[in-house]
């Protein structure tokens, strides 16, 4: 009994697993980061709803369409191509989980973010959104705004926010939208084959350029409007200089790989600063 409930909790995991670092770490960082009031209780609510919500879109996405084909090319850890899980099932776990998960934002005080997590769910799997890289970028842009917002009004127990957290989200829906295509760079031989659009195939010379700039102009701009510690944000900059570099100049799948880590530490410094973003020196620069 024991080993079989071991085994399932398991498999949920390994659902999740690739985005851990990429969205319940940085989010749950993100999110004390910008709120106001702290309490073991409501960080480990912020966890486990993001976490659960997180769920329920891996499930969705690894069992739509010729996810499991696709995964059996480029991720065949994932819980359907290792045959810890049929898709049936997997298709009917999802099922059980979009009610399971409206009902714990219900209970923590994020419907509005919960429910629109579902419905961007179903229009990047069922919908299209994962088709196109502009799509494709938008969607995640959108999930990290909303896992983002749901989050820190659970950290903070309040139905809104301010007009300083609001911004922040924004910022890193911003960062998301022009950088994510970083995670594609790992997968191009197994999109190929498959004829996926992502923008790191339809534009190879291009998406590699673009990182170094890309990371280099946001850390710059997060310095100059940010009130986070100079030290976090010099770090900041040196390693967005980095990291781009290594995009630009180390091409295999293994080196894209780790270039994809940097990325999300990047990334999760970039959220530091936005969570000290000083919105005034930011109106004053537009005036």
Not at 24 to 40: M, R
Not at 98 to 107: C, R
Not at 149 to 176: H, P, R, V
Not at 223 to 245: D, K
């Amino acid at each position: 009994m024991l080993t079989t409930i071991r085994d399932f909790l398991v498999t949920l995991q390994l659902f999740n697993q690739s985005d851990m670092k990429t969205i319940v770490l940085p989010v749950t960082v993100f999110s004390q980061a910008l709120a106001s009031h702290h309490s073991v209780s409501r960080f480990l609510l912020v966890v486990f709803w993001i976490w659960m919500h997180l769920l329920y879109f891996t499930v969705t996405n690894q069992t739509f369409g010729t996810s499991p084909e696709e995964d059996a090319v480029n991720k065949p850890n994932r819980p359907i191509p290792a045959k810890r899980i049929s898709v049936d099932s997997a298709i009917v776990l999802g099922w059980v989980l979009a009610p399971v998960d409206l009902a714990l934002s219900l209970y923590a005080g994020a419907v509005p973010s919960g429910v629109a997590i579902c419905v961007l769910t179903s229009i990047y799997c069922s919908g299209g959104g994962h088709s196109h890289w502009l799509s494709k970028n938008g969607c995640c842009a959108g999930f990290y705004a909303l896992f983002e917002y749901g989050a820190t009004q659970i950290a903070d127990s309040s139905e809104k926010l301010n007009q300083n957290q609001l911004g922040a989200i924004i910022g890193s829906a911003l960062i998301i939208f022009t950088t994510i295509h970083a995670q594609d760079f790992r997968d191009d031989e197994g999109d190929a084959l498959l004829g996926r659009r992502t923008f790191t195939l339809s534009f190879p010379v291009f998406s590699r350029i673009s990182m170094p700039f890309l990371l280099t102009a946001w850390s710059i701009t997060l310095y100059l409007f940010s009130e986070a510690n100079q030290f976090v944000l010099l770090a900041l900059m040196a390693l967005g200089a980095v990291t781009g570099v290594r995009f630009l100049t180390l091409k295999s799948a293994k080196d894209d790989r780790l270039s994809y880590l940097y990325y999300n530490i990047w990334l999760s410094m970039a959220h530091v600063g936005l969570s000290s973003l000083d919105l005034d020196k930011v109106a004053a620069w537009y005036q």
